[in-house]
Antibody, heavy 120, light 111 residues
């Protein structure tokens, strides 16, 4: 059974930083492209970025609105995906989902999501 | 790139059919056969119900079907059931610069 379990959310002050983790199981993680999708009150569902498998180059792509503040990485030895966010803004408040990305064509499985609230 | 356009809400009675539209442009919906639909119940993660315009994952009832004409994709749910009441989101591949865009979501109410 595919499982994606996010962690790392919480209450953060504007300007702060945060790192989400996503522990994966039930599939061959090192061959998977993985994305982060967020759901915010202001922008609804929004793809924020993706990391390809190392066999496909391991490259990372970001959505334009988050480029420069968001960093996606993976540790295939731990079957874990990461999302680091810096200079947090109120509009980053929302639920962040880890998803299996089928070559950018669709999202296969979703984690349960992790909530971050950016507020002073 | 703007989000795909979906109606805010649709409704139908049990047993009826409803169709949810998703309008984009030639740069996304109209340019690729990679439109997908996701169902989201309150407090839950989205779940894929259609991908690549018409393909249905195993376990999704065949009451769910997808189609596309030009820059508009559609999700049709026939034989509505109470458990279909949820939010539905479309998304489309949009090329190797933008990658993926979502619609704003449609709330389906089963009367």
């Amino acid at each position: 059974e595919v499982q994606l379990v996010e962690s790392g959310g919480g209450l953060v002050k504007p300007g702060g930083s945060l790192r989400f983790s996503c522990e994966a199981s039930g599939f061959t993680f090192n061959y998977a492209w993985m994305s982060w999708v967020r759901q915010t009150p202001g922008r609804g569902l929004e793809w924020v970025g993706r990391i390809k498998s190392k066999t496909d180059g391991g490259t990372v792509d970001y959505a334009a609105p988050v480029r420069g503040r968001f960093t996606i990485s993976r540790d295939d030895s731990k079957n874990t995906l990461y999302l680091q966010i810096s200079s947090l803004k109120a509009e980053d408040t929302g639920v962040y989902y880890c998803v299996i990305d089928k070559s950018g064509h669709y999202f296969d499985y979703w984690g349960q999501g992790s909530l971050v609230t950016v507020s002073s | 790139q703007s989000a795909l356009t979906q109606p805010r809400s649709v409704s139908g009675s049990p047993g009826q059919s409803v169709t949810i539209s998703c309008t984009g442009s030639s740069s996304d919906v109209g340019g690729y056969d990679h439109v997908s639909w996701y169902q989201q119940h309150p407090g839950k993660a989205p779940k894929r119900v259609i991908h690549d315009v018409t393909r249905r994952p195993s376990g999704v009832p065949d009451r769910f079907s997808g189609s596309k004409s030009g820059n508009t994709a559609s999700l049709t749910i026939s034989g509505l059931q109470a458990e279909d009441e949820a939010d539905y989101y479309c998304s489309s591949y949009a090329g190797s610069e933008t990658w993926v865009i979502f619609g704003g979501g449609t709330k389906l109410t089963v009367l």
